[in-house]
């Protein structure tokens, strides 16, 4: 079956690195688009960027542009993001998620419907 397992969340200090990674299994990983969306405490979902299927075309969101890094290897179906100086504000839930075709970048609202496929997401907390 389809499965999207995230790792490399954790507490950094502000100012901070930290690399996520996706493995995907389950589905033609490298047909599908990628989405990194996060949710802060009781806060809604929040897109924070996308890659096309090639890896050649990368998305992000105002808040982490120049900041994060999306990238993919097909060849091991696994997704990262590279989280540099990381903020306070980046303390969120971080989910990786699929989509056969591409969705609007960046979207006006992201639901648990936005992709065909979710993982379970990994923590990622920034404070001193």
């Known amino acids: 079956q389809v499965q999207l397992v995230e790792s490399g969340g954790g507490l950094v200090q502000p100012g901070g690195s930290l690399r996520l990674s996706c493995v995907a299994s389950?589905?033609?990983?490298?047909?599908?688009?990628m989405y990194w969306v996060r949710q802060a405490p009781g806060k809604g979902l929040e897109w924070v960027s996308a890659i096309n299927s090639y890896g050649m075309t990368t998305y992000y969101a105002d808040s982490v542009k120049g900041r994060f890094t999306i990238s993919r290897d097909n060849a091991k179906n696994i997704l990262y993001l590279q989280m540099n100086n990381l903020k306070p504000e980046d303390t969120a839930l971080y989910y990786c998620?699929?989509?056969?075709?591409?969705?609007?970048?960046?979207?006006?609202?992201?639901?648990?419907?936005?992709?065909?496929?979710w993982g379970q997401g990994t923590q990622v907390t920034v404070s001193s």
């Open positions: 998620a699929a989509s056969p075709v591409p969705v609007a970048v960046p979207p006006t609202a992201v639901t648990n419907t936005s992709y065909d496929h």
């Open positions: 389950g589905f033609t990983f490298s047909a599908y688009w």
